[in-house]
Nanobody
Framework: QVQLVESGGGLVQAGGSLRLSCAAS????????MGWFRQAPGKERDFVAF????????YYADDVKGRFTITRDNAKNMVYLQMSSLKPEDTAVYYC?????????????????WGQGTQVTVSS
């Protein structure tokens, strides 16, 4: 089992930057791909970014491509989401999640463990 704890959320003005962190427990962290998702009030949870277990491959939702960067440090059991050029529509609770390497299908699906989320609010 893996436990995930997100941090780094907060209030930022449009155009600003934030870096979210996700700390994972468990010695099998490096065997999971990781993802970031977000959920705005009244909306469904949406995929944001994916990173392969090795860190060698990433994938982004179209609306964050070029503005957000996902990275990981397997030695520290950490995954990060660097967010730049933030917009009010990026306001949401952000979650990190694990994706077993055996998962099939699109990298936007197949996640099994989730953190509790961290709030990001972007003011205009």
């Amino acid at each position: 089992q893996v436990q995930l704890v997100e941090s780094g959320g907060g209030l930022v003005q449009a155009g600003g930057s934030l870096r979210l962190s996700c700390a994972a427990s468990g010695r099998t962290f490096s065997s999971y791909a990781m993802g970031w998702f977000r959920q705005a009030p009244g909306k469904e949870r949406d995929f944001v970014a994916f990173i392969h277990w090795s860190g060698g491959s990433t994938y982004y939702a179209d609306d964050v491509k070029g503005r957000f960067t996902i990275t990981r440090d397997n030695a520290k059991n950490m995954v990060y989401l660097q967010m730049s050029s933030l917009k009010p529509e990026d306001t949401a609770v952000y979650y990190c999640a694990t994706r077993p390497v055996r998962s099939l299908g699109a990298v936007t699906t197949g996640y099994n463990y989730w953190g509790q989320g961290t709030q990001v609010t972007v003011s205009s």
